[in-house]
């Protein structure tokens, strides 16, 4: 199962704990898979960062994946300067971040299931 946060603000000392815990909340749920839509975030800054950077690792241990859509320019600047594409699969549409996901999971359950046979 996969469920899309969307992010209606700007990422600051205003609101980075809410973004921390909105991220978290879904974490820590039976979800497969979490889309973080940016579409209406033009700016974050580098404790946003940490956040997104720890909450991908800590899914990828738990056998789960977050993916990002939909950054602005401002985003995918600052995401090219701190290299973060090599950390975080980011996509420009929801539904190819769905498409990825569901070969990913899908992938995933053929391997456990020819690791049984």
Do not use: P
Request: hydrophobic share 45%; glycine share 2%.
């Amino acid at each position: 199962m996969v469920q899309t946060l969307v992010w209606n603000d700007n990422i600051s000392l205003n609101n980075v704990d809410r973004f921390e815990k909105s991220i978290k909340r879904l974490l820590y749920t039976n979800l497969r898979g979490i889309i973080l839509n940016l579409e209406n975030v033009s700016y974050m800054n580098e404790r946003a960062l940490g956040i997104i950077a720890d909450c991908v690792k800590e899914a990828k241990e738990m056998n789960k994946e977050l993916v990002i859509i939909n950054n602005k320019s401002t985003i995918r600047t600052i995401f090219e300067i701190v290299r973060f594409y090599s950390i975080v699969q980011v996509f420009s549409y929801e539904r190819d971040a769905l498409h990825y996901l569901e070969d990913l999971f899908s992938s995933a359950r053929m391997k456990v299931v020819s690791r049984l046979a």
